[in-house]
């Protein structure tokens, strides 16, 4: 019995659905990756393949009044804060009916409704957009808490120590969550950052610290849920360090050579999908043929979410110099 | 024009005069007072009141929640402020100097005025950013600089410079009340300066030009300070017959084209004078909307702009006199085009 | 059903791929993201992964091989499937969009403006509009502004005749002598002042014209006739007359007893010319009425300039007269031309012509060919230079001289070999002896 064990006590629906979305995030951007490899999307992209468990397990301990802000490796985080994938498929189409209307595209997806207040292009530029949506719920009283993703490489960034700090003499309910995929683009976080964890870094603005498996859902939803409930009374934020790694490349023309292929080999075999898919499967609380139906249809969704981005319209050029300004 | 009646010398005698940096603070304060998510947020803007006194009072007033006295992180101040205006406050930043804008530009460019573009229009960011501005004041280089055209230049930001206490004062609540981020620049140069302001709360529409002084033979567009000094140098030239009319655009995003070229039409003659270096500077985009303009075929003198040198603006007085344009340099100017030359 | 397995694009630029290795045989079961090939393109060596997990069914390419984006290199399904043997057209069901060609937009109908007439006129452009509505030519109004500029000012008062147009050095002159530059007449273009105007007003020299007659027609004709009609081209050279000077020296005492007449460089000329010619039969030629005629006697034009223009009196059979001879009859025929004496006859019939300027300073010039001749030969002035003479330098007396020939008649070659052959018998004279 570990810490996390509570969470296959959860009803079944839950464990389900927290494995469909896993799947969900998977396909969608295996598909985008062999889109942008056919030239049939444009621009650039980045995959959270591998990365699952943290977007997912992260949002899972949410509300539906909570919020995040993402990154530009964001479509993990868009589905798991309960986006429509036919609505960011289109966007990645740059069609009418996506997210963004066809102006944001990969980078740019938001969600408000959903709470998610927006992926951003700017390594380390949401981090400070999350600390004031926190304020903006401390100061109205609203009782949400703001998930500010980011990754390693934008904890080197200014803004996030500014950020971090200022949160913390406010008190503000935002839980700082920290993907280590251990790349900056190409660069390791052992040869850019001095310490173990970036974690470590709290303590240098006072607030609590912690290390995940990121690749675990149970271990991050535990860390998560601690984090949330800290948080959400009022104690001020949180930073958790979510260790993972990304299977694909850091975007297109990326041939890899910074890394192994033993050390991909490593990753791939702790695929934060198969370790929950077989614990459940262990567990008995679905079958094997339950868990290969999952599996398919969250396949078969993506393919309709790329029928349905590729049966809108592209937006209008008259559209084009609205939302400039409200 | 719009704000005659609050211009109006009639009742200069009688009437309420107050600083430019006072009534900075009355429509702040009569913001907050009218709208709870409207709050401040900045450096030493608590008991200290601000670097250059603005906010003095206002925590004794308001509070520490809603006068948010912050550490020096001008980028996380920002950010927070956007953040915080997406989700439905009304943040009004206080940035020191407007030299600190180079680190908070990450936040300004790439978000505040991007993410209602980027995300299709979801979102607004209610937010102002208040900053002084300027030489004249023995500082030097990294505290001195009109860097407003930086901010001009981005599509998703509007930008105010106020001349007069009584135009910030109306200026400053119509950009509280805009849905978009306002880049508020305050001369400091002018924070001291008097003028009428009528005690209640009133509104000066962004986008709105005007014409501070009305003359027939030629034009001079002036900014913030330079606004003064066009007029005195108007005052002079009119003792040798020339007649001068000065408008202040008084926000520069949106710009009021029309009052600018309707002047230009009927004097057609233009000077256009900022305290921002000349090259590259907003005055620039006023002389090419000029000639883009149906005002093109009566100019009858070639337009002219009067900037800063373009040279970091030096700490010695007489030489960062020498860097901006003078009342004597607009004079001359104003000659060389009414003269023909 | 099988998928394929696409050469993807890598980067904006890349067009094909060289496929490196397959990570998999036919056969062999793949996975999602498993590596399944290495392609190198021209900026990078990758690995592509797979999109679909079943069995590796096809491989289309072998290592090295070139394969173009979008092409399909295999494909992966359940074992058993069907696809094709033979590889598929590269990118047959590629999904790039295809490029709708545009409607091409009809050129504006040709409302053509009135160009502005005055465009090198400096004028602000509320004077340009004022000039337009007043329909008045700015180049004629004078500008009051900096370098000339044209004000509104300007035009209003020259629309209303108050503006007097005068020349900036006018306006100088009459500031600095307190002239009323209103009451000065100007005699420069429509009537502008300028300052001879205004400090010396000075008789203003009658221009002459006269109607084109007499000689100067016909020269005008001939000349205007020759150079539109006939190709010419003109070949120059430089004679070394040092010893043709010489000769001239021993003979001209004993011309003159004989004739009274001094022997000049132009008799010389004709002299040798005239035996040219008899050698270079395609250059001693004419052509009237699309035939050319092999002329036999030497009748030689010499170019005289009269009072009443340019005559060419004709010394007829040069070929068979000698240096005293000519020199007595082209003095006699140049003096008769001068003099408007000559009889008519003796103004035509030349069947070759030499043009002499050798006594202005004048070197090499193209002269214009004497209907219906093949060549004219234009003779320049005798000046010392510096000439390499057996690895020297040494001063010689170089004559510049020209053939103009018509392209027509003759080519390039002939009237080139008459001019070398001419310019041979000039430098070495003895050898007309042999």
């Known amino acids: 019995m570990t810490q996390a064990d509570w969470i296959w006590k959860e009803p079944k629906e839950k464990l389900v659905d927290w494995l469909e979305q896993m799947w969900t995030v998977r396909w969608f951007d295996e598909k985008v990756d062999e889109f942008f490899a056919k030239g049939m999307i444009h621009g650039t992209t980045h995959l959270c393949v591998g990365q699952e468990a943290s977007a997912v397990g992260v949002c899972a301990m949410l509300e539906g009044k909570d919020k995040i802000t993402s990154t530009h490796r964001g479509h993990g985080h868009c589905i798991a804060k309960g986006a429509d994938p036919d609505r960011m498929m289109a966007e990645l189409f740059g069609r009418e009916t996506g997210y963004c209307k066809g102006k944001g595209g990969s980078m740019h997806i938001a969600d408000v409704e959903k709470g998610n207040l927006g992926a951003n292009g700017i390594v380390g530029g949401g981090i400070p957009l999350a600390v004031g949506a926190a304020l903006t719920s401390k100061m109205r009283q609203e009782g949400y808490i703001t998930v500010c993703f980011f990754g390693d490489g934008a904890a080197n960034e200014g803004s996030f120590h500014e950020a971090v700090n200022l949160a913390a003499i406010w008190d503000l309910p935002v839980i700082f969550v920290c993907e280590n995929n251990q790349y900056g683009m190409s660069g390791p976080v052992k040869d850019m950052v001095k310490i173990e964890n970036i974690a470590d870094r709290a303590s240098g603005y006072g607030i609590p610290g912690h290390v995940v498996d990121g690749n675990s859902l149970p271990e991050v939803m535990t860390v998560m849920k601690e984090a949330v409930e800290y948080t959400r009374n009022g104690h001020g934020p949180v930073l958790i360090e979510a260790k993972t790694y990304r299977w694909k490349g850091h975007s297109k023309s990326d041939a890899k050579k910074y890394r192994t292929r033993e050390e991909e080999k490593e990753w791939k075999d702790k695929d934060p999908i198969r370790f929950f898919q077989d614990a459940l499967i262990e567990r008995g609380i679905i079958t094997q043929e339950e868990a290969e139906t999952v599996k398919k249809e969250t396949k078969a969704q993506i393919e309709r979410s790329v029928e349905f981005a590729e049966q809108s319209p592209e937006p209008s050029e008259d559209t084009l110099l609205e939302d400039v300004y409200a | 024009m719009q704000s005659s009646a609050v211009n109006s010398s009639n009742d200069k005698e009688t009437a309420r005069s107050i600083t430019f940096a006072e009534a900075v603070r009355e429509a702040l304060s009569q913001e907050m007072r009218e709208d709870q998510d409207v709050f401040i947020l900045g450096e030493d803007i608590g008991v200290y009141g601000g670097a250059f006194g603005v906010t003095r009072g206002m925590i004794e007033e308001f509070g520490p929640e809603r006068i948010r006295n912050t550490p020096i992180s001008e980028a996380a101040i920002t950010g927070a402020a956007i953040g915080s205006a997406l989700t439905g406050m009304k943040p009004v930043v206080e940035l020191q100097f407007s030299d600190f804008i180079t680190i908070a530009m990450d936040q300004l460019a790439n978000q505040a005025a991007k993410l209602r573009y980027m995300y299709g229009g979801k979102g607004n960011v209610p937010m102002v950013l208040r900053t002084p501005s300027g030489s004249g004041t023995g500082a030097a280089a990294q505290h001195s600089q009109s860097l407003e055209a930086w901010v001009a230049h981005i599509p998703g930001l509007k930008v105010v410079q106020p001349s007069t206490a009584s135009d910030a004062k109306g200026l400053l609540k119509a950009a509280i009340a805009d849905p978009n981020p306002v880049i508020f620049y305050e001369h400091k140069l002018l924070y001291k300066t008097e003028g009428h302001v009528p005690e209640e709360a009133y509104t000066i529409p962004l986008g709105q030009a005007d014409i501070k002084r009305e003359g027939t033979d030629v034009t001079i567009v002036a900014t913030a300070v330079m606004v003064h000094k066009a007029l005195e140098a108007a005052e002079k030239l009119a003792e040798e017959g020339i007649n001068v009319e000065v408008i202040d655009p008084r926000t520069l995003v949106p710009l009021d084209e029309q009052t600018i070229v309707d002047s230009v039409k009927k004097t057609g003659k233009v000077i256009v004078v900022h305290e921002a270096v000349k090259r590259g500077g907003y005055g620039g985009e006023i002389a090419s909307m000029i000639a883009e303009s149906e005002a093109f075929d009566y100019l009858d003198a070639p337009v002219r702009r009067l900037g800063a040198l373009p040279v970091p603006v030096p700490y010695n007085p007489t030489l960062e006199k020498a860097t901006v344009p003078q009342v004597d340099d607009i004079m001359q100017a104003a000659r060389d085009s009414v003269h023909r030359r | ?434």
């Open chain 3, 1 to 434: 059903m099988a998928k394929e397995v696409f050469m993807p694009k890598l980067s904006s630029t890349m067009e094909t791929g060289t496929l490196l290795q397959w990570f998999k045989q036919e056969g062999e079961p793949v996975e999602v993201g498993e590596p399944l090939l290495e392609v190198m393109t021209d900026k990078i060596n990758i690995e592509v992964e797979a999109y679909e997990e079943g069995i590796l069914l096809k491989r289309y390419y072998d290592e090295d091989e070139e394969v173009p984006v979008n092409g399909i290199v295999g494909y992966i399904g359940e074992e058993g499937e069907q696809v094709p043997e033979e590889k598929p057209g590269a990118g047959n069901d590629s999904p790039a969009p295809e490029s709708t060609p545009k409607a091409p937009v009809p050129e504006p109908a040709g409302q053509e403006i009135e160009a502005e007439k005055a465009g090198g006129v400096r004028a602000t452009p509320a004077a340009r509009k004022l000039s337009r509505e007043h329909s008045a030519n700015l180049s004629l109004i004078q500008g009051s502004g900096a370098k000339g500029r044209i004000h509104a000012a300007d035009v209003h008062a020259a629309v209303d005749g108050q503006q007097v147009r005068s020349t900036p050095l006018a306006k100088k002159e009459a500031e600095a002598n307190n002239v009323d530059l209103s009451a000065v007449k100007g005699s420069g273009s429509y009537g502008k002042i300028t300052r001879s105007d205004v400090s010396a007003p000075r008789a203003v020299e009658e221009l002459q014209s006269e109607p084109l007659q007499g000689v100067r027609k016909v020269v005008a004709e001939r000349m205007q006739k020759s150079a539109n009609e006939v190709p010419h081209v003109t070949l120059h050279t430089e004679i070394d007359m040092e010893v043709a000077m010489e000769l001239r020296t021993q003979l001209l005492p004993v011309i003159e007893k004989q004739t009274g007449q001094r022997l000049s460089v132009t008799e010389l000329l004709m002299f040798v010319g005239s035996r040219a010619l008899r050698k270079h039969p395609d250059v001693h030629a004419s052509m009237t009425d699309d035939r050319i005629t092999k002329q036999a006697a030497v009748h030689m034009g010499l170019a005289v300039a009269t009072d009443r223009g340019l005559l060419v009196p004709v010394i007829r059979h040069t070929e068979d007269k000698g240096l005293a001879e000519l020199a007595a009859e082209t003095k006699q025929t140049a003096a008769a031309a001068r003099n408007g004496t000559l009889p008519g006859k003796e103004l035509s019939g030349s069947t070759f012509t030499i043009s002499n300027l050798g006594m202005y300073a004048v070197d090499h010039f193209t002269p214009i060919i004497n209907q219906p001749e093949a060549a004219i030969l234009g003779v320049g002035r005798i000046q010392e230079k510096p000439v390499v003479k057996n690895g020297e330098i040494t001063v010689g007396r170089m004559m510049a001289i020209s053939l103009s020939f018509d392209h027509r008649i003759i080519d390039g070659a002939p009237a080139a070999a008459f001019l070398t052959d001419f310019k041979q018998m000039l430098e070495q004279p003895y050898q007309l002896f042999v």
